[in-house]
């Protein structure tokens, strides 16, 4: 399998237009045509991570934090990132993350981690933006409809919850005069002409509203389309950073060893709230200080993220939320299982994927 499809499978799920405005991530490294058949998994890439997937006679490598994040002026051997960068040229071994798009994505990091911790109800913690529709309305001459409509299915048109290639049909009657320079599929030049047609309607997202036009355009038979967009009220799907919800009333001594189980660690910070009763938690996944007005504000009793700052707690503590930073490593490692199986499950040829046992967390606790 090429690079490019592992690439193309990974952005089916982690859809690069999730990426926020401050990220770099992506296929950062290598030849997109290079024939895969060793990943490595990893939350971060260094020179001992390189050297393991070297020695694994490893393929491509995919990690959730980008090697390039900030803009490089230079990759030479004297600096660290320049030679790991080189080193791993030289190795040919294909590099691509997926970073804030695996964050908010379906599924992803802060999905994955209210699943892990039970939360029922789930919703987005802070939300980037609400996925707006459009309704799509084309006019087809009689005995084309068929075609369109699976042209339009195809790009992507006509889903509403778990249904695809929705579209509703009227029959009607379409009239127009072709006049001169024209070359009409039906008719005449000036002469009028009336032509059975068909009005098929579908829903489609904002964001691919360009793609499927283009796309239901090549397809119709007419020269001059007859279509309308319509902006639609419609609610969609709302996409952000971190997940809060509500679990079964526990104990918080029994909730924090319930997310050291859980997420496999040994000591966790906890900052208020010793003797509390807890039903509604927030997570969110690596560094989620920001978020901490956002957990308080959609009443969550708890907040679960990691890489907390002092000032951070003590605004916490002035709203009465509990924090509990579990670090920016162990709020995210449970997403390489995820990626493996999501890999495994999507691939027919024979693809081998290992998850790094190199802690990249850094920190040693005494």
Sequence with gaps: ????????????????????????????????????????????????????????????????????????????SSDYKG?????????????????????????????????????????????????????????????????????????????????????????????????????????????????????????????????????????????EVAYDLYPLENKGADYGYGRVGDIEEISMKALIEEIKRKLTVKNIRVYGGENKKINRIAVCGGSGGDFIYDAYRKNAQVYITGDIKYHEAQLAKELGLILIDSNHYDTEKIILPVIKEYILEHTNEKIEVDISDINSYGFQEY
């Design 1 to 76: 399998m090429k690079a490019y499809e592992i690439i193309n499978l990974m952005d089916e799920w982690a859809k690069p237009y999730y990426i926020d405005k401050w990220d770099n991530t992506g296929f950062q490294i290598g030849d997109g045509n290079k024939e895969i058949k060793k990943i490595i998994l990893s939350l971060n890439i260094d020179d001992v991570l390189l050297e393991k997937a070297q020695s694994a006679g490893a393929d491509m490598i995919i990690t959730h934090h980008p090697i390039i994040f900030k803009p490089i002026n230079n990759i030479i």
């Design 83 to 223: 030679r790991l960068i080189m080193n791993i040229i030289k190795s040919d071994i294909v590099v691509y993350n997926a970073h804030s798009n695996l964050d908010i994505c379906k599924n992803g990091v802060n999905d994955r981690l209210a699943g892990i911790l039970n939360l029922k109800n789930s919703e987005v913690l802070s939300s980037l933006y609400q996925e707006k529709f459009y309704k799509l309305v084309v006019f087809v001459p009689e005995g084309c409809e068929e075609k369109i409509r699976d042209v339009l299915g195809k790009a992507g048109a006509g889903w509403i919850g778990n249904y695809s290639n929705c579209t509703y049909n009227i029959d009607g009657m379409g009239t127009f005069l072709p006049l001169e320079n024209t070359h009409p599929f039906i008719g005449q030049k000036n002469v009028l002409e009336r032509v059975k047609e068909k009005r098929i309607e579908t829903i489609v997202r904002e964001r691919e509203a360009d793609r499927i036009i283009e796309e239901m355009i090549k397809a119709h038979p007419y020269e």
